[in-house]
């Protein structure tokens, strides 16, 4: 029996976290999206803030690949502005973890006769 227990998952529903999303897109680069925090009975909870979330894909030759992060913003024109940013700071934090990736696989090699 304690094992059926650690096998389940609990897929309760958060009730004092929930949010409304809109999503925000310029069917070209910029995809935004927009949580307002709202009460179990779906009206808007003043009590916590919204958060905005930028989402774009680089194509790279393996294919795309998505990053995104939040938007420090109080509204959409100002998430829209700062959309630009938020991304490259993205990409940024993408490119040290590939690197720092690259140099534990490089560290990981062992060549005999040394």
Request: no cysteine; charged share 30%.
């Given at each position: 029996?304690?094992?059926?227990?650690?096998?389940?998952?609990?897929?309760?529903?958060?009730?004092?976290?929930?949010?409304?999303?809109?999503?925000?897109?310029?069917?070209?680069?910029?995809?935004?999206?927009?949580?307002?925090?709202?009460?179990?009975?779906?009206?808007?909870?003043?009590?916590?803030?919204?958060?905005?979330?930028?989402?774009?894909?680089?194509?790279?030759?393996?294919?795309?690949?998505?990053?995104?992060?939040?938007?420090?913003?109080?509204?959409?024109?100002?998430?829209?502005?700062?959309?630009?940013?938020?991304?490259?700071?993205?990409?940024?934090?993408?490119?040290d973890e590939v690197k720092k990736h690259k140099q534990k696989e490089?560290?990981?090699?062992?060549?005999?006769?040394?």
């Open positions: 029996m304690a094992d059926e227990k650690k096998d389940t998952i609990d897929f309760a529903v958060d009730k004092a976290n929930l949010y409304h999303e809109e999503t925000f897109t310029d069917l070209k680069i910029a995809s935004i999206r927009r949580l307002t925090p709202i009460k179990p009975d779906g009206s808007v909870d003043k009590t916590r803030k919204t958060v905005f979330v930028g989402h774009t894909n680089l194509f790279t030759p393996n294919g795309p690949v998505p990053i995104q992060n939040l938007i420090q913003a109080k509204e959409l024109q100002q998430a829209i502005k700062k959309f630009p940013e938020a991304m490259k700071e993205a990409m940024e934090r993408l490119v490089e560290s990981r090699i062992i060549v005999p006769g040394r």
